[in-house]
C-alpha cells in the first residue's frame, strides 16, 4: 500500500488519485490518501505573498513524508520552493499538461476600459498590466469552486488552465493566454511527486510515473528560478518549450514596472542549466 500525502481540495485530491492510479497500473500497488492541511490552506483571508510566498502550500504535505506518516507527497509543481528539501527528493516529474494561464469571465480585448481582473498572482497582474495597464486588480484566493464565483462584474479571473483540465471545467474558459506575452510560473501544470531521499523502494516505484521531457524542461525552468533565490517576492516565470527557456521578470505588478522578457535556445546536455541561471542574472540587472 502506497500512502500518498496530498492537500484536500478538489485539484489536489484528482491530481493525487491519478498519479496513485498510474501507481497501481504500472506497479500493482494500491494506494491511500492522506490528506493534509496547509498553511495557505488555513490562511484564505490574506494574499499570498504576505504569509511567506513559496513553500506555503507544501510544507506540512512534506512533513507528512518526512515523518513517515506517508511515503510520497503530491505537489503542483510551481508550488515548491526554489530550494530542494533536505531528506526529500522529486521522484517524478508527471507528464505535463497545458502550461497557459486562461481569462475567465471576458477576453483581453473584450474587457471594458478600468475592468477588474481578480488574481492572487503578481506575476498575473504585471504581464497583464504589460498589455492592459488600465485594468484593475483585486486578490482572488480560494479553491476553484470558490475563485469561479468570485468572477468580478464586468470582469475575468485568471487561472491556470491545467488546474480546470484536472477538474474537467474547461468550458468556462473565455481566453487561453499566449506563452510569449504571458510566460508561467516555473512548473506550472505539472504535477511533482516527491519521496525520502532514503526511500529506495518509492523511488523505484515513482520511476513508472516520471516523464523525461518534462523533467528535463522543469529542472531548466527552476535553475533560473534558484539563481533569482528564494528570498525574491517580483513577478516572475520561466518556461520551456521546442528546445528554448521563455522568462519574464519585472520590478513589481504595476504597469509602470521595469519588466524583462527573453527567449533563448537551448544546448544539448547540462549547459541548458547555465543558460538558464545566465537569464537570471540578466533578470536580475534588468529590474533592479
Not at 528539501?85 to 469571465?105: F, K, Q, S
Not at 497582474?125 to 464586468?154: H, S, W, Y
Not at 510566460?183 to 516523464?211: I, K
Amino acid at each position: 500500500m502506497i500512502r500518498i500525502a496530498t492537500r484536500s481540495s478538489a485539484q489536489a485530491r484528482t491530481q493525487a488519485e491519478v498519479v496513485g492510479n498510474a501507481l497501481r497500473a504500472a506497479t500493482g500497488h494500491d494506494y491511500e490518501l492522506v490528506f493534509v492541511e496547509t498553511l495557505g490552506d488555513k490562511r484564505r483571508d490574506v494574499p499570498l505573498h504576505t504569509i511567506g510566498g513559496q513553500g506555503v502550500f507544501v510544507k506540512e504535505v512534506q512533513h507528512a513524508v518526512r515523518e513517515g506518516l506517508a511515503d510520497i507527497a503530491i505537489h503542483s509543481a510551481k508550488d515548491l520552493p526554489s530550494a530542494d528539501t533536505p531528506g526529500l527528493v522529486v521522484g517524478a516529474w508527471c507528464e505535463r499538461r497545458d502550461a497557459r494561464d486562461v481569462l475567465i469571465g471576458a477576453t483581453i480585448d473584450d474587457l471594458a476600459h478600468g475592468a477588474t481582473v481578480a488574481t492572487g498572482s503578481v506575476r498575473r497582474q504585471a504581464q497583464l498590466g504589460a498589455v492592459r495597464p488600465d485594468l484593475q486588480f483585486t486578490d482572488l484566493r480560494g479553491n476553484i469552486t470558490t475563485r469561479l464565483e468570485k468572477i468580478p462584474a464586468g470582469g475575468a479571473i485568471v487561472m491556470a488552465a491545467a488546474a480546470l483540465q484536472v477538474l474537467g471545467i474547461t468550458d468556462r474558459i473565455a481566453q487561453y493566454l499566449d506563452l510569449e506575452r504571458f510566460v508561467p510560473m516555473v512548473g506550472q501544470g505539472c504535477v511533482a511527486v516527491e519521496c525520502r531521499q532514503d526511500d529506495d523502494e518509492s523511488r523505484r516505484l515513482l520511476t513508472a510515473v516520471d516523464h523525461s521531457s518534462t523533467r528535463h524542461a522543469v529542472e531548466i525552468e527552476r535553475a533560473f528560478l534558484a539563481e533569482v533565490g528564494a528570498g525574491c517576492t517580483a513577478p516572475l516565470g520561466a518556461y520551456v518549450a521546442d528546445g528554448a527557456l521563455s522568462v519574464f521578470m519585472a520590478s513589481g505588478p504595476e504597469p509602470t514596472a521595469r519588466r524583462f522578457f527573453a527567449r533563448r535556445e537551448l544546448p544539448l546536455g547540462s549547459g541548458a542549466h547555465d543558460v538558464a541561471r545566465e537569464l537570471a542574472r540578466e533578470a536580475i540587472r534588468a529590474v533592479k
